[in-house]
């Protein structure tokens, strides 16, 4: 029997006909029993693979219906046994190499890569182009995409299109290059959004002669790129695109060379420390490396499932410490807070952009905007290499499934406490369920932390102990601590203080865990000092599983030095664990153990000043921080400080900006938490604090999320001054991404809300941000309209900084459009505004606007001079992208005299630093710096 799905699904029997397979239902059954060989499906999973959760109420006898049919449509003659089998797992079709086109396609890929990695060129080229020539059309072609269907078609796919550029590769390689143009242009058609084949086709045009048709290839990627997703092409076409440009001659030829040099590649390494405490698990570890590392080609998807507590993060995190020679591209981490507090859990989403992107080396302002660009641009970059990838704490497959990479070279455990049988079905995941850890290895846990000599030396205690707890490794962690802590006491008192404890409290959140465990933690808690247990119950409060000693202090309405006392008993008793000083970090199981606790002993008006009091301190320092870095900043409707806030001190903005980088993540889920728990004016001006801050930063993603929270709190209030609010900075992440028409919306929004608010100082903001619009869409004759209209309402109200950054505008605007005396005249006035109101920021984006305008007149010098103003300002400021702006004018300057070397130095330190945050313009300057090499 021959079995086909590369293309139709087909049945062809040993002599060479083709089976009838009956309706389009019974068809699909056997896809999904041929996209899985081997898996066993039971009848509610083959049901809602044929139906899409949408079955009749016959679909169980339907589909034994369905499979006799198969039956009798797939038997061999003279073979006993049916086609497709059951067993304890379910329906399933065993299938080789020899009688699966998908198995052999896997089999002859392998085969190519190993060739390849040994410099076997011809045969890898004879391996790749067989597995090809196996396809027939889109796999599964004519049958609906949904479930497993869908996820083995990705899947098959992008192998598919890797190894049409291995193969391209190869052929470049001997010079083929002509008779690969058309077929991939045919690839840039079909697949416009891989970059490998737009690469492939630029090298294949300017190796036949086509130098300018491989530059015109560029700039239609380039401008389908910034449509599709409004992001420039990665490094390495911008690099090809500079060698072509340059016209180097190792680039037109096909000789065999030394590599290209490339920007260095990434190496992420984001695994944190190992497990100290970790012991046993020998088996699970052997199974991990099974498979994982079972195949030479390919790494596996393992899914460790187990109740909270039972070490499931521990073991991971062992197994990939002691496998990194095994990952050389790095490896990646998430704690996806499946099962911490709701606004804890992270999206696919922002893990990507606030994690996985930058650690794998793209730029803020490369990141797309839309999370389906997002994904394709992660499984990109991911397609190329051998990581590890280890999703922690996952609440279900569709939180996953997203972060998978883009290779079957890369290695993945995801950890979670539930089994994730729709990861394992679709993605072909392998299930490692982790049960508890045998007395061997729970006596040994004790031994490594209380020494094998106390241990030995009082066994039926450590007996009991290990039964008390359920021989939970967190649990015993506890005990442990406790025990360590107090060296002389015998380990019988402790286990006859847990016994008397026992059933003091209610069954665990988490339906598996045993009532033993609920005593340990109880016990653990009883233990503590009423001043401790407080704090505990408080910390579990708190928007995020990370928390400094400072908002510790105003969760509990006290000063810093009156809660450690409580913190280090918390300490102590492995309750809390200080992650770096004066920071902490709360396992999620006890901040629903502390959660639970706080419903039940803390009244609701306890419980919501204790949030009050947290968001206060995080609303208060967020200000703090954001004048600090923009004096020009105003915040909307402040709060007074609480009289027992403890918000720590900053010296200057350097200090701010290095307390924001440490609790942005915090800062975001406080925004979250605010509005999820009705403080929607916390929300909405934690989110207005945030904006000075996530912009100095270029984290534009973060900044849109929260000003959409931001807006929605805002409605929820009918607060139409801060809805505007939001709205403009809203639009200025919109105006960063590129995405023009959507500022403009924000930007209209805007400006009927403080119209309805009658906020004259808010429609001058919301006129200056559509003069800036214009501006960067060309426009500079449509942006003066707006400039003036700021420049009224600013005067009308007497809003000296407003006034400013309207007549700078303004100053701008006419040295644009080459009216360069005028433009002094404004930016002069502008300048004694700014400087009177020492505002760093302002002032030096006018000695940039100075320096345009004399550049214009032909005065150099001058121009110089005020460029060099605008950027001892902008360094002191740490303004990385207004410091790039002004070097690349002052480079203009000095070309402009025929100082060509000062130029070409002043603009390659421009291009290092847009770079460095992947700015559009990084690209258009690189072309300049070329044209002059």
Request: with cysteine; proline share 7%; net charge negative.
């Amino acid at each position: 029997m021959r079995y086909r799905l590369l293309g139709p699904v087909e049945a062809w029997s040993a002599s060479g006909e083709r089976l009838a397979l009956g309706p389009p239902m019974q068809v699909r059954l056997l896809a999904v029993l041929m996209s899985q060989p081997g898996t066993g499906w039971s009848i509610d999973q083959l049901v809602d693979e044929l139906w899409q959760g949408r079955p009749p109420k016959t679909a169980g006898g339907n589909v034994k219906t369905y499979v006799w049919a198969l039956r009798r449509a797939l038997r061999s003659p003279g073979s006993p046994d049916p086609a497709i089998l059951a067993g304890p797992t379910g329906y399933r079709l065993d299938l080789d190499t020899q009688t699966a086109d998908s198995l052999a396609f896997d089999d002859l890929a392998r085969r190519g890569y190993s060739a390849l990695r040994q410099g076997h060129w011809s045969a890898a080229q004879e391996s790749f182009e067989a597995a090809l020539a196996l396809w027939r059309g889109e796999s599964f072609a004519g049958l609906p995409g949904w479930g497993v269907l869908l996820s083995v078609r990705a899947r098959l796919q992008e192998q598919r299109s890797s190894l049409l550029a291995e193969v391209a590769d190869l052929k470049l390689r001997a010079g083929q290059h002509h008779e690969l143009i058309e077929p991939l242009r045919t690839q840039v058609d079909d697949d416009p959004l891989r970059e490998r084949p737009w690469g492939q086709l630029m090298v294949a045009l300017a190796r036949a002669g086509r130098r300018a048709d491989a530059l015109a290839t560029y700039r239609q990627l380039r401008q389908l790129l910034a449509d599709e997703m409004g992001v420039e092409p990665g490094p390495d076409l911008q690099h090809l695109h500079t060698r072509i440009l340059r016209a180097e001659p190792d680039l037109l030829t096909s000789e065999p060379r030394t590599p290209e040099k490339r920007p260095p590649l990434i190496v992420p390494r984001q695994l944190p420390t190992p497990p100290t405490l970790f012991t046993g698990r020998a088996g699970e570890l052997a199974r991990l490396t099974t498979l994982l590392l079972g195949d030479p080609g390919s790494a596996g998807t393992v899914v460790i499932t187990g109740t909270g507590g039972v070490g499931k993060s521990w073991l991971a995190m062992r197994w990939a410490h002691d496998n990194l020679q095994h990952f050389p591209d790095g490896q990646l981490h998430v704690d996806l807070g499946g099962f911490g507090t709701a606004t804890q859990e992270a999206s696919p989403s922002a893990v990507v952009v606030r994690s996985l992107l930058p650690a794998l080396g793209v730029k803020p302002l490369e990141i797309p905007a839309e999370p389906v660009a997002q994904f394709a641009l992660y499984r990109s970059l991911t397609a190329e290499r051998r990581l590890l990838v280890l999703l922690d704490n996952a609440r279900d497959a569709e939180q996953v499934r997203p972060l998978l990479p883009g290779s079957t070279r890369c290695g993945v455990i995801v950890t979670s406490r539930h089994t994730l049988p729709g990861l394992v079905a679709a993605e072909g995941a392998h299930p490692l369920a982790l049960d508890l850890p045998s007395d061997d290895e729970a006596r040994q846990l004790l031994v490594r932390r209380l020494g094998a000599q106390r241990v030995a030396a009082q066994p039926a205690a450590v007996d009991e102990l290990i039964g008390r707890t359920a021989r939970l490794p967190l649990a015993l962690s506890i005990v442990a601590a406790r025990a360590a802590a107090q060296p002389t006491f015998p380990l019988q008192a402790i286990a006859d203080d847990l016994a008397a404890s026992r059933g003091g409290l209610a069954a665990l959140s988490t339906d598996d865990a045993a009532t033993d465990v609920r005593t340990v933690l109880s016990w653990s808690y009883r233990l503590l000092s009423a001043d401790a247990a407080r704090l505990f119950r408080q910390i579990s409060l708190h928007p995020a599983g990370d928390i400094s000693a400072a908002a510790v202090a105003s969760l509990a309405g006290a000063r810093p030095h009156l809660i450690r006392p409580a913190l280090d008993e918390l300490t102590r008793a492995n309750l809390l664990a200080e992650q770096s000083p004066n920071r902490f970090r709360c396992h999620d199981l006890l901040r629903a153990y502390g959660e639970e606790l706080t419903s039940a002993l803390d009244g609701p008006a306890d419980r919501r000043a204790a949030r009050r009091r947290v968001l206060d301190h995080y609303l208060v320092v967020a200000r703090d921080a954001a004048r600090l870095v923009d004096a020009g900043w105003q915040p909307l409707d402040p709060p007074p400080l609480p009289a027992d806030a403890s918000p720590p001190a900053f010296d200057d903005h350097r200090s701010a900006l290095a307390w924001f980088v440490i609790e942005q993540r915090v800062l975001l889920a406080a925004v979250d938490d605010a509005a999820a728990h009705d403080f929607d004016a916390h929300a909405g001006q934690l989110a207005q604090a945030l904006t000075p801050l996530l912009s100095r930063l270029s984290q534009w993603h973060d900044l849109a999320a929260v000003q959409a929270t931001a807006v929605a709190v805002a409605q929820r209030r009918g607060d139409p001054r801060a809805e505007a609010l939001a709205h403009r900075d809203l639009a200025l992440a919109h105006i960063q991404h590129r995405r023009f028409d959507a500022a403009h919306h924000h930007l209209r929004r805007a400006m009927a809300r403080y119209d309805q608010a009658d906020d004259s100082p808010g429609q001058a903001s919301a006129h200056l941000h559509l003069a800036w619009l214009c501006d960067i869409e060309g426009d500079a004759g449509a942006a003066l309209p707006h400039a003036r209209e700021a420049l009224a309402l600013a005067s009308s109200t007497g809003d000296r900084r407003g006034e400013a950054a309207a007549l700078n505008a303004l100053g701008w605007g006419h040295a644009r459009l080459d009216e360069h005396a005028r433009a002094i005249t404004y930016c002069e006035r502008a300048l004694a505004l700014y400087e009177e109101a020492e505002d760093p920021l302002g002032t030096a984006h006018t000695w940039d606007s100075l320096g345009l305008a004399y550049h214009g007149l032909g005065k150099h010098p001058t121009a110089a001079d005020c460029y060099q103003r605008a950027l001892l300002l902008y360094s002191d400021i740490q303004d990385p992208c207004g410091r790039a702006d002004t070097l690349v004018r002052l480079g203009d300057t000095h070309q402009t005299v025929g100082d060509h070397d000062t130029s070409v130095d002043l603009w390659r330190q421009a291009l290092a630093i847009l770079d460095q945050v992947g700015h559009p313009q990084a690209i258009v300057l690189s072309e300049r710096l070329a044209a002059y090499r």
